[in-house]
């Protein structure tokens, strides 16, 4: 054998061993649509061994006992959680600082020459975010089913959850600006480094501009979305298949777009998650722009917010599905009124008694 053959075959070797070494060990497929439509995803085996890892669920203290006095008249500022016995409530406290604060411990969210205090932001935002944490377990059952969220579904251990997102500030149009970008075409991260628009959220995710984009009707005048509009929807499901870690064909048979008939039942159930992720911001993390601290706020004064990724992570189902909430019912829906305390909270009702 000649040398120059000998370098060919080192070369066919070494790049055969290069393309193999793209993928170890090669990726699994699994088929979830019908044949020939290309519904298909594919899963590498060692990210979905770090995706198990990463969402192994943190041991859950025993029940407590629900006998004895409770939170509301045993605590002086108890406000939503005051139906729970203490034990029961003192075992959330220490759930709750185990999932938001584990490092900062009580007092990240209290004086601990006071507990009852409310000068702490982060109480008065916690305090929020127990009754949001009720609000998606009781009324977005079309979303989370029986598997609902907890704290730890988006904080994981930190005060601030890994994902969230603000307003993109607007480009700056100065005389020497190089051209109006649009809002895209800066290869972010939010959109998989595509060129699509950077912030497919502000429009989807706090307003309610139309997704849909496609013509309903065979005569093109009949449709008045542009490309460019589409190129919005793009954005917003490239953030969807990055969030859940899937491919379009997760939520969409390709032959259509649109038809909700042949599209997989994955799509209705992302539908009622856009809806929800809007509720939550609008409700909840945009009325508490003014009890953030400014370090907290986004390039524009706004709150903090959240998507799909919030909660994923990149699992299709947080926590791959796994549930919580089964050992914090407490967390499922907001507290009966206690009739008690409405008496004593209304003073004509007193006055009548
Ligand atoms: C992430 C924030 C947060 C952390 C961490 C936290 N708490 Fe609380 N705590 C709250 C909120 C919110 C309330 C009020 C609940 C309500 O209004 O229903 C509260 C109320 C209380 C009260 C009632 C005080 C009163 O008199 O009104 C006690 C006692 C308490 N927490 C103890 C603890 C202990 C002990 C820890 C640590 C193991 C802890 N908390 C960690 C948010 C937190
Ligand atoms: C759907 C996701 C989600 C859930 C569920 C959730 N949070 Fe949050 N939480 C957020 C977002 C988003 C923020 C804003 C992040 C920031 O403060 O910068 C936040 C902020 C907070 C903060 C303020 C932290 C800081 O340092 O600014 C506290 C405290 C907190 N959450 C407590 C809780 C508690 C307690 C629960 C459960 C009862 C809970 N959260 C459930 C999304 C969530
Ligand atoms: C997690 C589910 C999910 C994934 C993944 C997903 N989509 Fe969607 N898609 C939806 C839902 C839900 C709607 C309808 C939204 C609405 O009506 O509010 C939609 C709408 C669309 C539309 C508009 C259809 C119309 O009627 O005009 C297009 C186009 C589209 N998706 C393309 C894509 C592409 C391309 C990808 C991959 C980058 C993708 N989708 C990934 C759920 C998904
Ligand atoms: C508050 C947390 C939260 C947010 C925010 C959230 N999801 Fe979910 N999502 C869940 C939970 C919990 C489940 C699991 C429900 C179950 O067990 O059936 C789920 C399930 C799903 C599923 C069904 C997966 C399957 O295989 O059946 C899809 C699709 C989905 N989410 C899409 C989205 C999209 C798209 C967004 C953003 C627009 C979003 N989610 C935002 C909590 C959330």
Redesign the pocket.
């Known amino acids: 054998m000649n040398y120059s053959k000998l370098l060919l075959r080192v070369l066919a070797l070494g790049s055969i061993a290069l393309l193999s070494a793209c993928e170890r060990p090669s990726p699994t497929s699994v088929q979830h649509g019908y044949r020939g439509t290309g519904m298909v995803q594919v899963f590498n085996d060692r990210a979905l061994e770090q995706r198990t890892l990463a969402n192994e669920l943190p041991i859950a203290l025993p029940a407590a006992s629900s006998e004895g006095p409770t939170a509301g008249k045993t605590y002086q500022n108890v406000q939503v959680l005051g139906n729970l016995s203490v034990a029961q409530f003192n075992r959330l406290m220490v759930s ?1 600082t185990s999932w ?1 604060a584990p490092e900062q411990g009580c007092t ?2 209290h004086n601990p020459a006071n507990f009852a205090a409310d000068e702490k932001y ?1 109480k008065v ?2 305090r929020r ?2 009754q ?2 009720q609000h ?1 377990n009781a009324d977005w059952k079309p979303h989370v089913a029986e598997t609902g ?3 730890y ?3 994981r251990g930190q ?3 890994e994902k ?1 997102w603000f307003k993109e500030e607007p480009q700056n149009l100065r005389a020497d600006f190089i051209g109006d970008r649009a809002g895209q075409n800066i290869a972010a991260a939010s959109v998989g480094s595509a060129s699509l628009p950077s912030d497919p959220f502000t429009p989807y995710l706090l307003g309610s501009l139309d997704i849909r984009v496609n013509g309903t009707k065979a005569l093109p005048g009949e449709n008045r979305h542009s490309i460019k509009q589409a190129e919005w929807t793009y954005s917003l499901m490239t953030h969807m298949s990055l969030s859940l870690g899937v491919n379009c064909t997760y939520c969409h048979n390709t032959q259509s777009f649109s038809s909700w008939n042949n599209n997989p039942p994955q799509r209705a159930t992302a539908w009622h998650g856009i809806r929800m992720a809007r509720d ?1 911001n609008l409700d909840y ?1 945009e009325p508490l722009t003014a009890t ?1 601290p400014t370090e ?1 706020l986004g390039p524009t004064g706004d709150a ?3 998507n799909c990724a ?2 994923h992570q990149g699992a299709y189902k947080p926590l791959n599905g796994q549930s919580m909430l089964k050992d914090f019912p407490e ?1 499922a829906k907001p507290a009966e009124a206690d009739p008690a305390k409405l008496v004593e909270d209304q003073p004509s009702a007193k006055k009548k008694g």
């Open positions: 709750i938001v990240y969210c982060t935002v916690a975010m127990v949001m944490t998606v969220v907890t704290c579904t988006c904080h005060p601030v959850p969230i939550l993390l953030f907290r903090p917010k959240v919030t909660c967390l």
